[in-house]
T-cell receptor
Framework: GNSVTQMEGPVTLSEEAFLTINCTYT??????LFWYVQYPGEGLQLLLK?????DKGSNKGFEATYRKETTSFHLEKGSVQVSDSAVYFCALSGESQGGKLIFGQGTELSVKP | DSGVTQTPKHLITATGQRVTLRCSPRSGDLSVYWYQQSLDQGLQFLIQYYNGEERAKGNILERFSAQQFPDLHSELNLSSLELGDSALYFCASSVSVSGRGETQYFGPGTRLLVL
């Protein structure tokens, strides 16, 4: 079945450091890919998404590119801020599956001043 | 604020009891999804409704059931509760069921603690 694997956390970075959170997936066909973010005590918010190969999703300085050849959707940001501290979830929505999301295990990011 | 509301925010109950979690989707959204977030299982899809009809089922226990009402709000019923049911339960909504990159908007969740 479909699945998502994320790098384990926690990830601790200093402010202005470069961030990469790895995400790989297993799915048949052409799933849609998402990054959601969960701030402490809150629900999940969509950060960015991509629906076809080579698409790049971007938002708030974060980027991720849908790589079909490596089945990956790595999240990057050039310069993190303390306010980026949160848990990041990679997810996919498979074709013909009605939109349900399959999530990775989440990666906790802590940014220190 | 995503526009999805969930009540109650917190729920503490005892083993063997039954609880009902409520979700109101964003205005105009016809599809409602329920997810469970626990430390050992992570975020798991439970069930989806679209315009009152069940559309997809995930890892939902037989002790759990859900429905979507004509006004599109949804309820998740959890019965014969066990300690392991303690988790954060999220509701999400989307416009339809295309699944083609459609964004799901999540509520703030209901934190259930079973003692």
């Amino acid at each position: 079945g479909n699945s998502v694997t994320q790098m384990e956390g926690p990830v601790t970075l200093s402010e202005e450091a470069f961030l990469t959170i790895n995400c790989t997936y297993t799915a048949t066909g052409y799933p849609s890919l998402f990054w959601y973010v969960q701030y402490p005590g809150e629900g999940l918010q969509l950060l960015l998404k991509a629906t076809k190969a080579d698409d790049k999703g971007s938002n708030k300085g974060f980027e991720a590119t849908y790589r079909k050849e490596t089945t990956s959707f790595h999240l990057e940001k050039g310069s993190v801020q303390v306010s980026d501290s949160a848990v990041y979830f990679c997810a996919l929505s498979g074709e013909s599956q009605g939109g349900k999301l399959i999530f990775g295990q989440g990666t906790e990011l802590s940014v220190k001043p | 604020d995503s526009g999805v509301t969930q009540t109650p925010k917190h729920l503490i109950t005892a083993t063997g009891q039954r609880v009902t979690l409520r979700c109101s989707p964003r205005s105009g959204d016809l599809s409602v999804y329920w997810y469970q977030q626990s430390l050992d299982q992570g975020l798991q899809f439970l069930i989806q409704y679209y315009n009152g009809e069940e559309r997809a089922k995930g890892n939902i226990l037989e002790r759990f059931s859900a429905q979507q009402f004509p006004d599109l709000h949804s309820e998740l019923n959890l019965s014969s509760l066990e300690l392991g049911d303690s988790a954060l339960y999220f509701c999400a909504s989307s416009v339809s069921v295309s699944g083609r990159g459609e964004t799901q908007y999540f509520g703030p969740g209901t934190r259930l603690l079973v003692l």
